[in-house]
T-cell receptor, first 114, second 114 residues
Framework: SQQGEEDPQALSIQEGENATMNCSYK?????LQWYRQNSGRGLVHLIL?????REKHSGRLRVTLDTSKKSSSLLITASRAADTASYFC??????????????FGKGTLLTVNP | GAVVSQHPSRVICKSGTSVKIECRSL??????MFWYRQFPKQSLMLMAT?????????EQGVEKDKFLINHASLTLSTLTVTSAHPEDSSFYIC??????????FGPGTRLTVT
């Protein structure tokens, strides 16, 4: 079953604005990861946040995790046209021997207009 | 960084033929490799988990006799789509995991079955 659900499904903003994407999940997790995918390409790992962390930063990216609400958000500040891509959250379930299988959400298509 | 390659990047084949897709971790040894399938504008769906030297573990609903996976070494996994049909046309992405939680994704293979 689909674990992560991102919203919004699509987001269009102007260059320089901030973009916020949300992800909700259903079961307990070991960690949650965010990936970016440019059209027709592979995935690029952006950031990983562990279940005992609440917030993490990486450059213009800020990720929060609320395990009580089973939700995470990805904030991209001062967006650029090059940030245009699909963004996926992926959860790593909290089960021993899971081989670290990731379950991906449906993704948010972000369009940054110059 | 960790680089994963896939070959070929695009393949067109006729219905009924078999197609092999290679996934290689170029600068690290992957304890586990994963194969995903992605339909247009949709999320990644995990097909199978591949550990070197052992049989792949397939997700529910994935036909193991149709999607043959061989993980011959710590740097190479192959996915063979046997007796391909038009409904098998999709974007196939592999990923490789080393000793951390992160998965490193290949650039994907676009399969078109005519």
């Amino acid at each position: 079953s689909q674990q992560g659900e991102e919203d919004p499904q699509a987001l269009s903003i102007q260059e320089g604005e901030n973009a916020t994407m949300n992800c909700s999940y259903k079961t307990s997790i070991n960690n949650l990861q965010w990936y970016r995918q440019n059209s027709g390409r592979g995935l690029v790992h952006l950031i990983l946040i562990r279940s005992n962390e609440r917030e993490k930063h990486s450059g213009r990216l800020r990720v929060t995790l609320d395990t009580s609400k089973k939700s995470s958000s990805l904030l991209i500040t001062a967006s650029r046209a090059a940030d245009t891509a699909s963004y996926f959250c992926a959860t790593d379930p909290n089960s021993g021997g899971s081989n670290y299988k990731l379950t991906f959400g449906k993704g948010t298509l972000l369009t940054v207009n110059p | 960084g960790a680089v994963v390659s896939q070959h070929p990047s695009r393949v067109i084949c006729k219905s009924g033929t078999s197609v092999k897709i290679e996934c290689r971790s170029l600068d690290f040894q992957a304890t586990t490799m994963f194969w995903y399938r992605q339909f247009p504008k949709q999320s990644l769906m995990l097909m199978a988990t591949s550990n070197e030297g052992s049989k792949a573990t397939y997700e529910q609903g994935v036909e193991k006799d149709k999607f043959l996976i061989n993980h011959a070494s710590l740097t190479l996994s192959t996915l063979t789509v046997t007796s391909a049909h038009p409904e098998d046309s999709s974007f196939y992405i592999c990923s490789a995991r080393r000793q951390t939680y992160e998965q490193y994704f290949g650039p994907g293979t676009r399969l078109t079955v005519t």
